[in-house]
């Protein structure tokens, strides 16, 4: 073997190496906050399916919750409890809450794909073992115009919003 080919497999490994020391495993759980609301919006599922496949393709072990819609802060309270303990039985590392903030009351079409229908996202993280919660953000979106207010200007702030989180899960 040539000393080529002994380099390549060892740029290789050690691009393996150095992925697997960031991987993580994590919980995806997707909060709808919209008053009023009792079924789960079209929007928030393709927030969680791109927010899920950003991190599997950054090689984080990924699973997701059932997407929840926000009631009370008391349910909050007991639905992330509960998410905590059945992602502590599954052995994950982190919960990442994620919170949509709805605002359809100006929407041309509530139920559609549109950007213009998201107020802003929060989310929280917390580590699964001991349920502390290790970091929170925010973002709002771009304002909504004729060429990103579609699915693909949903895609783009959901994988803005993965981005952000993904940072602050490297800093922990």
């Known amino acids: 073997m040539n000393k080529r080919w002994v380099k390549l ?4 490994l050690f691009a393996l190496s150095a992925s697997a020391a960031f ?32 991190f599997f393709d950054t090689g984080n072990i990924v699973s997701s919750s059932p997407v929840w819609i926000s009631d009370t802060e008391e349910k909050n309270k007991g639905a992330l409890r509960a ?9 994950m590392e ?15 079409n509530p139920e559609a794909f549109l950007l213009e229908n998201i107020k802003n996202v ?8 001991t349920g502390i919660q290790i970091f ?13 207010n579609n699915e693909a200007g949903l895609t783009d702030f959901a994988g803005f919003v993965a981005y952000k989180i993904n940072n602050q899960i490297r800093n922990k």
Do not use: C, H
């Open 9 to 12: 497999i060892f740029y290789a």
């Open 23 to 54: 991987s993580k495993s994590l919980s995806i759980q997707i909060i709808q906050n919209n008053p009023g609301q009792e079924k789960v919006w079209s929007t928030s599922y393709l927030f969680e399916q791109n927010i899920t496949d950003y």
């Open 83 to 91: 998410s905590l303990d059945e992602n502590r039985i599954g052995g």
């Open 94 to 108: 982190v919960l990442v809450r994620i919170e949509l903030f709805y605002n359809t009351s100006d929407s041309s």
């Open 122 to 129: 929060k989310w929280k993280g917390y580590e699964v073992d």
């Open 136 to 148: 929170e953000g925010s973002a709002a979106p771009e304002k909504a115009g004729l060429k990103n």
